[in-house]
């Protein structure tokens, strides 16, 4: 994800324009991190509980 363009101008403001934009990017980075990570969570979390599912008991007890 790109970066907000830096300012072009020299007045705080142009600065402080800068700063909330560029944290408004990394925002949209961090949220779609903590996306993939859920995902990934509950992939692995449904693959668990499958293979638990699909074991065989050997005599019935184990």
Not at 13 to 38: E, H, P, S
Not at 45 to 58: C, I, Q, Y
């Amino acid at each position: 994800m790109p970066g907000a363009d830096l300012p072009q101008g020299e007045t705080v403001g142009d600065w402080i324009a800068f700063g909330d934009a560029q944290t408004g990017q990394l925002d949209k980075a961090n949220d779609r991190y903590r996306a993939a990570v859920g995902i990934v969570e509950r992939c692995e979390e449904r693959d668990r509980e499958a293979v638990k599912r699909s074991r065989h008991k050997f005599l019935g007890v184990f």
